[in-house]
């Protein structure tokens, strides 16, 4: 029978299935019930720099406006409530002694004020670890890339400097190298990293000719991009790798595995699935291990990373060139000419 335990992050978990950041993470409720149905630990839902700077009034207002204009999108949220910062921490205190599996607290800051002093307290709630959740857009033309690289890994040696539990990084795919920013996160005291975060686009109605804001779940095509740079990334960065992003099957997670990743986060598996699906999907996964004769996690982690693949270019730009190149497939009704 497969061995399913991993380690991540410095905590033991007794399998590779994190329940990622999410409303489900946000209700006591729904954290028992993934606890019950066997994920290896939890992210609770980030603290976010509104909730901080606008209070709880302000916020609610600002998102009770939000949601009665987005409702049929957002109806997803399970039993909503909006905490101010301070109720956030008892609550994930709360979290943190209501479960006997691992409890990650998350913080999306802005400045390095608030990444610092906020990090500093959600580690005070005695959670196992921090997520730092890099989520933000670049909106200003004068801003150069490299300040905003700077500013990222900045944070991170902030935060590293006034906690003591391990820090891992939700980090954004859209650097110019994803791998030179976890390099550098590294150096400055990150443990690991979650690769990736998902940007919800807006997108425009064109008949009322109004912007919209969708909220879609991810797609399963969506895991290539985590996997390629888990892949790229695997043995050649420090830290941890957590793939996240369209992790919905069993063999998306040997998947991951099999590009470098000790563990991954699943969310919207779990909302399409229901909570007991990390059940039903670690017993697959168990499953597919007994099958392919791999008795532990670390007997076939990275086995096709960019070190070990067989084919060295598989992860780089010869593949890319390779598929368009090639002559036998076909696009929708056309073969690639
Ligand atoms: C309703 C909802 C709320 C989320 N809230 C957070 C959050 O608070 N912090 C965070 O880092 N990610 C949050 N996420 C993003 C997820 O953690 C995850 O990165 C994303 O859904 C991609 O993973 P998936 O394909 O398994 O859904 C949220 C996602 C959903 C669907």
């Given at each position: 029978?497969?061995?399913?335990?991993?380690?991540?992050?410095?905590?033991?978990?007794?399998?590779?299935?994190?329940?990622?950041?999410?409303?489900?993470?946000?209700?006591?409720?729904?954290?028992?019930?993934?606890?019950?149905?066997?994920?290896?630990?939890?992210?609770?839902?980030?603290?976010?720099?509104?909730?901080?700077?606008?209070?709880?009034?302000?916020?609610?207002?600002?998102?009770?406006?939000?949601?009665?204009?987005?409702?049929?999108?957002?109806?997803?949220?399970?039993?909503?409530?909006?905490?101010?910062?301070?109720?956030?921490?008892?609550?994930?205190?709360?979290?943190?002694?209501?479960?006997?599996?691992?409890?990650?607290?998350?913080?999306?800051?802005?400045?390095?004020?608030?990444?610092?002093?906020?990090?500093?307290?959600?580690?005070?709630?005695?959670?196992?670890?921090?997520?730092?959740?890099?989520?933000?857009?670049?909106?200003?033309?004068?801003?150069?890339g490299s300040d905003i690289e700077d500013e990222h890994v900045?944070?991170?040696?902030?935060?590293?400097?006034?906690?003591?539990?391990?820090?891992?990084?939700?980090?954004?795919?859209?650097y110019a190298?994803?791998?030179h920013v976890?390099?550098r996160?590294?150096?400055?005291?990150?443990?690991?990293?979650?690769?990736?975060?998902?940007?919800?686009?807006?997108?425009?109605?064109?008949?009322?000719?109004?912007?919209?804001?969708?909220?879609?779940?991810?797609?399963?095509?969506?895991?290539?991009?985590?996997?390629?740079?888990?892949?790229?990334?695997?043995?050649?960065?420090?830290?941890?790798?957590?793939?996240?992003?369209?992790?919905?099957?069993?063999?998306?997670?040997?998947?991951?595995?099999?590009?470098?990743?000790?563990?991954?986060?699943?969310?919207?598996?779990?909302?399409?699935?229901?909570?007991?699906?990390?059940?039903?999907?670690?017993?697959?996964?168990?499953?597919?291990?007994?099958?392919?004769?791999?008795?532990?996690?670390?007997?076939?982690?990275?086995?096709?990373?960019?070190?070990?693949?067989?084919?060295?270019?598989?992860?780089?730009?010869?593949?890319?060139?390779?598929?368009?190149?090639?002559?036998?497939?076909?696009?929708?009704?056309?073969?690639?000419?």
């Amino acid at each position: 029978m497969a061995d399913l335990r991993t380690t991540c992050f410095g905590l033991d978990l007794k399998n590779p299935v994190i329940a990622g950041a999410s409303r489900l993470t946000a209700n006591m409720e729904t954290l028992k019930g993934l606890e019950a149905s066997g994920v290896g630990a939890v992210v609770i839902a980030s603290l976010f720099e509104e909730q901080i700077r606008l209070g709880h009034d302000r916020l609610e207002d600002l998102l009770m406006g939000f949601d009665s204009r987005e409702q049929p999108e957002i109806s997803i949220f399970p039993g909503m409530a909006y905490a101010g910062p301070e109720e956030h921490l008892e609550w994930v205190s709360k979290a943190k002694r209501s479960l006997e599996i691992p409890v990650v607290a998350s913080l999306n800051a802005v400045t390095a004020e608030t990444w610092a002093e906020w990090a500093r307290k959600l580690a005070q709630t005695g959670v196992d670890a921090l997520e730092l959740n890099f989520y933000a857009t670049p909106v200003d033309p004068d801003k150069k890339g490299s300040d905003i690289e700077d500013e990222h890994v900045n944070a991170v040696v902030r935060v590293c400097k006034v906690v003591t539990v391990p820090v891992a990084v939700k980090l954004s795919p859209f650097y110019a190298n994803p791998l030179h920013v976890m390099k550098r996160m590294a150096e400055a005291g990150a443990c690991g990293f979650v690769l990736f975060n998902r940007f919800f686009q807006p997108d425009i109605d064109a008949e009322t000719e109004k912007p919209r804001f969708v909220f879609d779940l991810s797609e399963a095509e969506e895991n290539r991009l985590p996997l390629r740079f888990t892949a790229l990334a695997s043995g050649r960065v420090k830290g941890d790798l957590v793939a996240s992003t369209a992790v919905l099957t069993a063999a998306d997670i040997a998947k991951m595995i099999l590009a470098g990743a000790k563990a991954v986060q699943m969310v919207t598996a779990f909302y399409r699935h229901g909570l007991d699906y990390a059940g039903t999907v670690l017993s697959d996964f168990s499953s597919w291990m007994d099958r392919h004769g791999h008795r532990t996690i670390e007997d076939f982690r990275g086995r096709l990373d960019k070190r070990h693949a067989e084919d060295p270019h598989a992860w780089e730009r010869a593949q890319y060139v390779r598929i368009l190149m090639r002559s036998d497939a076909s696009v929708g009704r056309y073969p690639l000419l």
